[in-house]
Protein backbone atom coordinates (compact mmCIF):
# COMPACT_ATOMS: atom_id res chain seq x y z
CA UNK A 1 0.00 0.00 0.00
CA UNK A 2 1.19 3.24 -0.94
CA UNK A 3 1.06 6.42 1.29
CA UNK A 4 1.27 10.15 0.43
CA UNK A 5 3.28 12.19 2.33
CA UNK A 6 2.02 15.61 1.11
CA UNK A 7 4.56 18.60 1.14
CA UNK A 8 7.03 17.45 2.99
CA UNK A 9 10.21 16.54 0.17
CA UNK A 10 9.44 12.62 1.19
CA UNK A 11 6.23 11.83 -1.74
CA UNK A 12 5.45 8.19 -0.92
CA UNK A 13 6.43 6.04 1.86
CA UNK A 14 5.47 2.15 0.98
CA UNK A 15 3.60 0.39 4.61
CA UNK A 16 5.62 -2.18 5.98
CA UNK A 17 4.96 -5.73 3.89
CA UNK A 18 4.38 -6.97 7.41
CA UNK A 19 1.06 -5.63 7.57
CA UNK A 20 -0.35 -6.58 4.61
CA UNK A 21 1.57 -10.25 5.35
CA UNK A 22 -1.00 -9.84 8.12
CA UNK A 23 -3.83 -9.20 6.51
CA UNK A 24 -4.17 -6.49 8.95
CA UNK A 25 -5.77 -3.28 7.25
CA UNK A 26 -4.24 -0.34 7.90
CA UNK A 27 -6.45 2.05 9.90
CA UNK A 28 -5.11 5.71 8.31
CA UNK A 29 -7.60 7.52 6.16
CA UNK A 30 -5.16 10.46 5.91
CA UNK A 31 -1.47 10.97 6.68
CA UNK A 32 -0.38 14.85 7.61
CA UNK A 33 1.05 16.49 10.23
CA UNK A 34 -1.98 15.59 12.71
CA UNK A 35 -2.12 11.60 12.40
CA UNK A 36 0.35 9.23 12.83
CA UNK A 37 3.01 11.17 11.76
CA UNK A 38 5.83 12.84 13.84
CA UNK A 39 9.24 13.99 13.02
CA UNK A 40 12.54 13.42 13.65
CA UNK A 41 14.42 14.41 17.26
CA UNK A 42 17.24 15.45 15.81
CA UNK A 43 17.78 18.31 13.19
CA UNK A 44 21.03 15.95 12.08
CA UNK A 45 18.55 13.24 10.85
CA UNK A 46 15.32 15.15 9.30
CA UNK A 47 12.70 12.52 8.81
CA UNK A 48 9.11 11.48 9.90
CA UNK A 49 8.23 8.26 11.90
CA UNK A 50 4.91 7.23 10.77
CA UNK A 51 2.94 5.37 12.29
CA UNK A 52 -0.17 2.71 11.80
CA UNK A 53 -2.45 0.49 13.64
CA UNK A 54 -4.67 -1.98 12.26
CA UNK A 55 -8.62 -1.06 13.06
CA UNK A 56 -9.58 -4.46 13.46
CA UNK A 57 -6.88 -6.39 15.78
CA UNK A 58 -4.76 -3.26 17.20
CA UNK A 59 -1.49 -4.38 15.57
CA UNK A 60 1.07 -1.33 15.55
CA UNK A 61 3.47 -0.49 13.41
CA UNK A 62 5.90 2.28 12.98
CA UNK A 63 8.81 3.22 10.48
CA UNK A 64 11.16 5.88 10.13
CA UNK A 65 11.51 7.14 6.97
CA UNK A 66 14.42 9.67 6.66
CA UNK A 67 14.22 12.74 4.28
CA UNK A 68 12.29 15.71 3.84
CA UNK A 69 12.89 19.08 5.52
CA UNK A 70 11.54 19.95 8.99
CA UNK A 71 10.13 23.17 8.84
CA UNK A 72 10.79 25.19 11.86
CA UNK A 73 8.28 25.37 15.13
CA UNK A 74 7.78 29.30 15.61
CA UNK A 75 5.75 29.59 18.60
CA UNK A 76 5.51 27.20 21.73
CA UNK A 77 2.25 26.28 20.46
CA UNK A 78 3.42 25.00 17.79
CA UNK A 79 6.86 23.36 19.78
CA UNK A 80 4.63 21.15 21.80
CA UNK A 81 2.83 20.10 18.87
CA UNK A 82 5.81 18.96 17.24
CA UNK A 83 8.15 16.38 18.24
CA UNK A 84 9.72 17.23 21.23
CA UNK A 85 13.18 17.27 21.11
CA UNK A 86 13.19 16.61 24.43
CA UNK A 87 11.02 13.42 24.22
CA UNK A 88 7.83 12.46 25.99
CA UNK A 89 9.23 10.32 28.69
CA UNK A 90 10.12 12.97 30.96
CA UNK A 91 6.43 13.92 31.53
CA UNK A 92 5.82 10.38 32.72
CA UNK A 93 8.22 11.12 35.28
CA UNK A 94 7.14 14.39 36.54
CA UNK A 95 3.70 12.65 37.11
CA UNK A 96 5.03 10.07 39.42
CA UNK A 97 7.12 12.87 40.93
CA UNK A 98 3.72 14.99 41.35
CA UNK A 99 1.89 12.41 43.33
CA UNK A 100 4.55 11.63 45.22
CA UNK A 101 5.08 15.02 46.45
CA UNK A 102 1.26 16.92 45.91
CA UNK A 103 -0.53 14.18 48.86
CA UNK A 104 -0.41 16.55 51.36
CA UNK A 105 -1.14 19.99 49.50
CA UNK A 106 -3.24 18.80 46.58
CA UNK A 107 -4.51 15.37 47.65
CA UNK A 108 -7.03 13.56 45.31
CA UNK A 109 -9.92 12.00 46.59
CA UNK A 110 -13.32 9.56 45.43
CA UNK A 111 -15.39 12.56 44.98
CA UNK A 112 -12.55 14.61 43.28
CA UNK A 113 -13.48 16.62 39.31
CA UNK A 114 -9.99 17.25 38.35
CA UNK A 115 -9.21 19.65 35.42
CA UNK A 116 -5.31 19.43 33.94
CA UNK A 117 -4.40 22.22 32.19
CA UNK A 118 -1.55 21.56 29.93
CA UNK A 119 -1.96 17.62 30.61
CA UNK A 120 0.65 17.11 28.17
CA UNK A 121 -0.29 13.28 26.74
CA UNK A 122 -2.50 12.78 30.12
CA UNK A 123 0.10 10.86 32.45
CA UNK A 124 -1.17 12.74 35.29
CA UNK A 125 -4.88 11.21 34.30
CA UNK A 126 -3.58 8.20 33.66
CA UNK A 127 -2.18 7.82 37.33
CA UNK A 128 -4.75 9.28 39.21
CA UNK A 129 -8.24 7.75 37.38
CA UNK A 130 -8.68 4.81 39.20
CA UNK A 131 -8.87 7.91 42.51
CA UNK A 132 -11.36 10.40 41.49
CA UNK A 133 -14.57 10.73 39.73
CA UNK A 134 -13.24 12.42 36.93
CA UNK A 135 -10.32 13.92 34.55
CA UNK A 136 -10.63 16.49 31.90
CA UNK A 137 -7.53 16.96 30.26
CA UNK A 138 -7.22 20.16 27.72
CA UNK A 139 -3.53 20.96 25.99
CA UNK A 140 -3.21 23.29 23.06
CA UNK A 141 -1.00 20.46 21.47
CA UNK A 142 -3.29 18.25 19.30
CA UNK A 143 -0.57 15.41 19.53
CA UNK A 144 -0.30 14.99 23.04
CA UNK A 145 -4.33 15.04 22.82
CA UNK A 146 -4.55 12.03 20.59
CA UNK A 147 -2.06 10.18 22.43
CA UNK A 148 -3.74 10.63 25.26
CA UNK A 149 -7.10 9.46 24.05
CA UNK A 150 -5.45 6.67 22.37
CA UNK A 151 -4.09 5.81 25.48
CA UNK A 152 -6.74 6.07 27.54
CA UNK A 153 -9.16 4.61 25.47
CA UNK A 154 -10.66 2.38 28.15
CA UNK A 155 -10.86 4.85 31.19
CA UNK A 156 -14.65 6.29 30.53
CA UNK A 157 -13.79 9.18 33.44
CA UNK A 158 -11.02 10.54 31.44
CA UNK A 159 -12.12 13.11 28.48
CA UNK A 160 -9.51 15.15 26.48
CA UNK A 161 -9.88 18.52 24.93
CA UNK A 162 -8.14 20.16 22.63
CA UNK A 163 -7.37 24.10 23.76
CA UNK A 164 -8.11 26.46 20.09
CA UNK A 165 -6.50 29.40 19.32
CA UNK A 166 -7.71 31.78 22.31
CA UNK A 167 -6.47 28.90 24.63
CA UNK A 168 -7.96 30.69 27.54
CA UNK A 169 -11.09 30.14 26.31
CA UNK A 170 -12.58 27.59 28.35
CA UNK A 171 -16.37 28.07 27.12
CA UNK A 172 -16.41 24.76 25.75
CA UNK A 173 -16.34 23.30 29.38
CA UNK A 174 -20.33 24.57 29.65
CA UNK A 175 -21.21 23.88 33.23
CA UNK A 176 -18.39 21.24 34.12
CA UNK A 177 -17.10 22.81 37.50
CA UNK A 178 -14.00 20.81 39.07
CA UNK A 179 -12.82 20.48 42.78
CA UNK A 180 -9.27 20.25 41.44
CA UNK A 181 -7.36 22.22 38.70
CA UNK A 182 -3.90 21.81 38.09
CA UNK A 183 -1.42 23.48 35.55
CA UNK A 184 1.58 21.93 35.92
CA UNK A 185 4.83 22.90 33.95
CA UNK A 186 2.84 25.37 31.32
CA UNK A 187 2.42 29.34 32.17
CA UNK A 188 6.14 29.70 31.14
CA UNK A 189 4.69 29.36 27.79
CA UNK A 190 2.36 32.00 28.00
CA UNK A 191 3.35 35.51 26.39
CA UNK A 192 2.12 37.53 29.31
CA UNK A 193 1.60 38.39 32.91
CA UNK A 194 -2.05 39.42 32.08
CA UNK A 195 -2.51 35.86 30.40
CA UNK A 196 -1.90 33.97 33.64
CA UNK A 197 -4.59 36.65 35.54
CA UNK A 198 -7.29 35.50 32.45
CA UNK A 199 -6.46 32.20 32.85
CA UNK A 200 -7.27 32.00 36.83
CA UNK A 201 -10.38 34.09 36.07
CA UNK A 202 -11.23 31.76 33.57
CA UNK A 203 -10.59 28.97 35.54
CA UNK A 204 -12.63 30.43 38.63
CA UNK A 205 -15.77 30.16 36.67
CA UNK A 206 -15.32 26.54 36.41
CA UNK A 207 -14.53 25.85 40.04
CA UNK A 208 -16.32 24.18 42.84
CA UNK A 209 -16.54 25.72 46.32
CA UNK A 210 -13.72 24.83 48.08
CA UNK A 211 -11.97 24.09 45.01
CA UNK A 212 -7.75 24.20 44.70
CA UNK A 213 -6.04 25.68 41.85
CA UNK A 214 -2.47 24.46 41.85
CA UNK A 215 -0.11 26.69 39.69
CA UNK A 216 2.72 24.40 39.53
CA UNK A 217 6.55 24.37 38.51
CA UNK A 218 6.70 27.71 38.11
CA UNK A 219 10.20 29.24 37.52
CA UNK A 220 10.85 31.53 39.52
CA UNK A 221 14.29 31.41 39.81
CA UNK A 222 15.96 34.58 37.37
CA UNK A 223 18.73 32.81 36.28
CA UNK A 224 19.09 30.12 33.84
CA UNK A 225 21.66 28.05 35.87
CA UNK A 226 19.84 28.57 39.49
CA UNK A 227 17.12 26.58 37.54
CA UNK A 228 19.05 24.33 35.37
CA UNK A 229 20.70 23.51 38.93
CA UNK A 230 17.56 22.51 40.03
CA UNK A 231 16.62 19.89 37.37
CA UNK A 232 20.03 18.74 37.40
CA UNK A 233 19.69 18.09 41.66
CA UNK A 234 16.40 16.39 41.27
CA UNK A 235 17.87 13.97 39.05
CA UNK A 236 20.93 13.13 41.02
CA UNK A 237 18.92 12.54 44.08
CA UNK A 238 16.75 10.80 42.21
CA UNK A 239 19.00 8.60 40.47
CA UNK A 240 18.51 9.23 36.45
CA UNK A 241 21.37 12.01 35.83
CA UNK A 242 22.33 10.76 32.92
CA UNK A 243 19.06 11.08 31.21
CA UNK A 244 18.83 14.84 32.14
CA UNK A 245 22.38 15.68 31.34
CA UNK A 246 21.15 13.70 27.36
CA UNK A 247 17.89 15.88 27.85
CA UNK A 248 19.48 18.93 28.44
CA UNK A 249 22.16 18.72 25.85
CA UNK A 250 19.31 17.92 23.32
CA UNK A 251 17.27 20.96 24.22
CA UNK A 252 20.44 23.22 24.31
CA UNK A 253 20.92 22.68 20.62
CA UNK A 254 17.35 22.50 19.54
CA UNK A 255 14.13 24.05 18.92
CA UNK A 256 13.82 24.89 22.65
CA UNK A 257 17.02 26.61 23.07
CA UNK A 258 16.08 28.51 19.65
CA UNK A 259 12.53 29.34 21.07
CA UNK A 260 13.72 30.70 23.96
CA UNK A 261 16.07 33.44 22.27
CA UNK A 262 13.50 34.16 19.89
CA UNK A 263 10.23 33.83 22.21
CA UNK A 264 11.85 34.11 25.40
CA UNK A 265 9.62 32.49 28.40
CA UNK A 266 7.89 33.77 30.35
CA UNK A 267 9.50 34.70 34.19
CA UNK A 268 7.19 35.29 36.94
CA UNK A 269 8.05 37.02 39.88
CA UNK A 270 5.84 35.75 42.70
CA UNK A 271 4.68 38.48 44.09
CA UNK A 272 3.58 39.50 40.90
CA UNK A 273 1.33 35.99 40.68
CA UNK A 274 0.02 36.96 43.99
CA UNK A 275 -0.73 40.69 42.45
CA UNK A 276 -3.18 38.39 39.57
CA UNK A 277 -4.68 36.53 42.33
CA UNK A 278 -5.21 40.00 44.28
CA UNK A 279 -6.47 41.32 41.99
CA UNK A 280 -9.26 38.90 41.28
CA UNK A 281 -10.38 39.11 45.22
CA UNK A 282 -8.12 35.68 46.04
CA UNK A 283 -5.00 35.03 47.69
CA UNK A 284 -2.90 32.44 47.25
CA UNK A 285 0.35 30.87 49.02
CA UNK A 286 3.49 29.52 47.52
CA UNK A 287 5.07 25.81 47.69
CA UNK A 288 8.58 25.09 47.94
CA UNK A 289 7.49 21.17 47.70
CA UNK A 290 9.79 18.89 45.58
CA UNK A 291 6.58 18.26 42.47
CA UNK A 292 8.32 18.18 39.60
CA UNK A 293 11.28 17.26 37.82
CA UNK A 294 12.92 20.49 39.05
CA UNK A 295 13.32 21.48 42.94
CA UNK A 296 14.01 25.00 41.86
CA UNK A 297 10.65 25.97 40.77
CA UNK A 298 7.70 26.82 43.37
CA UNK A 299 3.96 26.17 43.10
CA UNK A 300 0.92 28.41 43.51
CA UNK A 301 -2.13 27.49 45.42
CA UNK A 302 -5.25 29.09 45.52
CA UNK A 303 -8.63 28.15 47.46
CA UNK A 304 -11.53 29.43 45.62
C1 LIG B 1 6.26 20.93 30.01
S1 LIG B 1 4.83 20.16 29.38
C2 LIG B 1 4.02 19.76 30.92
C3 LIG B 1 3.06 18.61 30.80
C4 LIG B 1 2.36 18.23 32.11
N1 LIG B 1 1.54 19.29 32.65
C5 LIG B 1 3.35 17.82 33.17
O1 LIG B 1 3.48 18.51 34.18
O2 LIG B 1 4.02 16.82 32.98
C6 LIG B 1 3.94 21.60 28.86
C7 LIG B 1 2.56 21.30 28.32
O3 LIG B 1 1.84 22.52 28.22
C8 LIG B 1 1.15 22.58 26.99
N2 LIG B 1 0.94 23.99 26.68
C9 LIG B 1 1.81 24.91 26.22
N3 LIG B 1 1.22 26.10 26.11
C10 LIG B 1 -0.05 25.94 26.54
C11 LIG B 1 -1.17 26.81 26.69
N4 LIG B 1 -1.08 28.09 26.37
N5 LIG B 1 -2.32 26.32 27.18
C12 LIG B 1 -2.41 25.01 27.52
N6 LIG B 1 -1.41 24.12 27.38
C13 LIG B 1 -0.24 24.59 26.91
C14 LIG B 1 2.08 21.85 26.04
O4 LIG B 1 1.41 21.40 24.89
C15 LIG B 1 2.58 20.72 26.92
O5 LIG B 1 1.71 19.62 26.89
Not at 80 to 99: H, V
Not at 182 to 197: N, R
Not at 277 to 285: F, N, P, Q, V
Amino acid sequence: MLLAVPDEGVPYVRLDQAAEDRGCEVGIVQLDRDIGIAFSHSPHHPGFLIRANCVVCGWRWSRFVSGGTRSAVDSWIEYWDAQSDMGDGAWRKNAELFLEGSASLFPFGPEDRVLDIGSGPGFLAESIRGRVRAVHCVDTSRRYIEQGRQRLADAPNVTFSLLGEDYLDFSFLGSERFSRIVCASVIQYFKSVDEVERLIAEVRGHALPGALLLIADVPVQQHILRDLAGLLRTAWRRDYLWKVLRFTARSLRGDYARLRKTRGLLALRPEQLEACAARLGLRGEWSAAPLTLNDARRHFLIRF
